[in-house]
T-cell receptor, first 111, second 117 residues
Framework: RKEVEQDPGPFNVPEGATVAFNCTYS??????FFWYRQDCRKEPKLLMS???SGNEDGRFTAQLNRASQYISLLIRDSKLSDSATYLC????????????FGSGTRLQVQP | GAVVSQHPSRVICKSGTSVKIECRSL??????MFWYRQFPKQSLMLMAT?????????EQGVEKDKFLINHASLTLSTLTVTSAHPEDSSFYIC?????????????FGPGTRLTVL
């Protein structure tokens, strides 16, 4: 089983739509969680951290359910510029603290 | 602040040649640098972790004699792909981290696209 699993998509949605991505992780040890965004042929960029209490940054809301080992990202009022691949990322809180990336969920926002 | 550069951005080489990729932290000193590889439509996979002045730690399945990592200073790490073959064609991305910069966040370079003919 992969450490971090995501639905690869693609998710094709119209502008203005609300879209949600899910991610599951297999290691129950103490870790931190993030969503990154990666545009085609570019490096990943940090979108937001994910906290147990849930957190919001503008149109983006992230949720973490430690009991179910499940992370989500909600994008409201989708823009064309939101088209990208969204990567679910896990980082252990001890050791080398290297990032483990999911394979990403591709979002295409249509005009 | 917290900018990481990579050079070259793109390289095309013949099979059997060696390719060196540089990763630099431009405005901070990187305690640790990571090297990732990403094949098309796949996730980034960690290849190795390097700390300045010490040997790199390689992930399982990554040949240390094929992927030579040198982390000679707090701002520079290099990855050399020795005797490259077509199956080494990939997107190589480095990241750098410093305990002193933004809560230990990792900052990514723009990546190097390697094509081996």
């Amino acid at each position: 089983r992969k450490e971090v699993e995501q639905d690869p998509g693609p998710f094709n949605v119209p502008e203005g739509a609300t879209v949600a991505f899910n991610c599951t992780y297999s290691n129950s040890a103490s870790q931190s969680f993030f969503w990154y965004r990666q545009d085609c042929r570019k490096e990943p960029k940090l979108l937001m951290s994910v906290y147990s209490s849930g957190n919001e940054d503008g149109r983006f809301t992230a949720q973490l359910n430690r009991a179910s080992q499940y992370i989500s990202l909600l994008i409201r009022d989708s823009k064309l510029s939101d088209s990208a691949t969204y990567l679910c990322v896990v980082k252990p809180d001890t050791g080398r603290r290297a990032l483990t990336f999911g394979s990403g969920t591709r979002l295409q926002v249509q005009p | 602040g917290a900018v990481v550069s990579q050079h070259p951005s793109r390289v095309i080489c013949k099979s059997g040649t060696s390719v060196k990729i540089e990763c630099r932290s431009l405005d901070f000193q990187a305690t640790t640098m990571f090297w990732y590889r990403q094949f098309p439509k796949q996730s980034l996979m960690l290849m190795a972790t390097s700390n300045e002045g010490s040997k790199a730690t390689y992930e399982q399945g990554v040949e240390k004699d094929k992927f030579l990592i040198n982390h000679a200073s707090l701002t520079l790490s290099t990855l050399t792909v020795t005797s490259a073959h077509p199956e080494d064609s990939s997107f190589y991305i480095c990241s750098a981290r410093s305990l002193a910069v933004r809560g230990n966040e990792q900052f990514f370079g723009p990546g190097t696209r390697l094509t081996v003919l």
